[in-house]
């Protein structure tokens, strides 16, 4: 009896996975992708060309590392603010990713 359920549970799981995908289901899924990228850049277009604000003086225009894109490992090994991120004087604000986007 129980070797039945074990199987009668095989045969609909095998059925749900083998339903093949027709082409407007893949339209759905890959036609959503590029329409998803193309709301994304046009929802920041509009900030591209914007001034700085807030503290994006202190981040970017003074901060040593970035400024001196040359040092890779720097920006790994700093904090937001450019300072050694086993400095005293750190913020402790460890952002490396968004500043590479800054170089």
């Known amino acids: 009896?129980?070797?039945n359920?074990?199987?009668l549970r095989r045969?609909?799981?095998?059925q749900k996975v083998s339903v093949p995908c027709d082409?407007?289901?893949s339209f759905l899924v890959f036609g959503r992708?590029?329409?998803l990228i193309s709301l994304c850049i046009f929802s920041y277009s509009s900030c591209l060309n914007g001034d700085f604000v807030f503290d994006d003086t202190e981040a970017i225009v003074r901060n040593p590392v970035i400024q001196r894109n040359d040092r890779?490992?720097?920006?790994?090994?700093?904090d937001f603010w450019g300072k050694p991120i086993?400095?005293?004087?750190?913020?402790k604000s460890y952002r490396p990713i968004t500043?590479?986007?800054f170089v």
């Open 1 to 3: 009896m129980k070797s």
């Open 72 to 78: 890779f490992f720097d920006i790994l090994t700093s």
């Open 11 to 14: 045969i609909r799981l095998e």
């Open 5 to 7: 359920k074990h199987y």
């Open 33 to 35: 992708i590029p329409l």
């Open 99 to 101: 500043s590479l986007t």
């Open 23 to 25: 082409s407007f289901d």
């Open 86 to 91: 086993r400095s005293t004087y750190s913020h």
